[in-house]
């Protein structure tokens, strides 16, 4: 069986992400961020500075994902459970990953078509 990398032109994908940064469509990000195959929301706010808060994810809800990843950082920290309560509430699933993880879990998921969101935490 061959296997080809396939590249969904117009779609959001995460071409690279390292300390401090991650890079969508070629294009370098250091803040924060939500992405969805058809949107980019930059500056989102949560930082080490800026906890996530529940109140944060109310954007990523506005965009209606079947799934949030939520990348926390260079390191998993699992937020307390009534920052997810937006999320929950919604019912989306969710995952929280280190922003790497999240990262390369958006683009299969992504690719596979899905209606993913990466809520993406730069630290």
């Known amino acids: 069986m061959k296997l080809h990398l396939s590249r969904p032109e117009g ?6 992400c390292g300390t401090g940064f991650v890079v969508v469509n ?3 990000h ?3 961020l939500l992405v969805t195959p058809l949107e980019l929301i930059a500056d989102w706010p949560p ?4 906890p996530l808060a529940s109140a944060h994810l109310h954007a990523a809800l506005a965009l ?3 799934v949030v990843l939520v990348g926390t950082g260079a390191q998993l920290h699992f937020p307390p459970a009534e920052v997810i309560r937006p999320l929950i ?3 989306i699933g969710y995952e929280i990953m280190d922003t790497s993880a999240a990262c390369r879990t958006y683009n299969i998921l992504m690719a596979e078509g899905r209606r993913v969101l ?3 935490i730069i630290d």
């Open 118 to 120: 990466a809520a993406l």
């Open 11 to 16: 779609r959001n994908q995460i071409t690279s």
């Open 47 to 50: 930082s080490r500075e800026q």
């Open 26 to 28: 070629g294009v370098r």
């Open 30 to 32: 250091a803040r924060s």
């Open 64 to 66: 209606q994902p079947e």
């Open 89 to 91: 509430e919604a019912g």
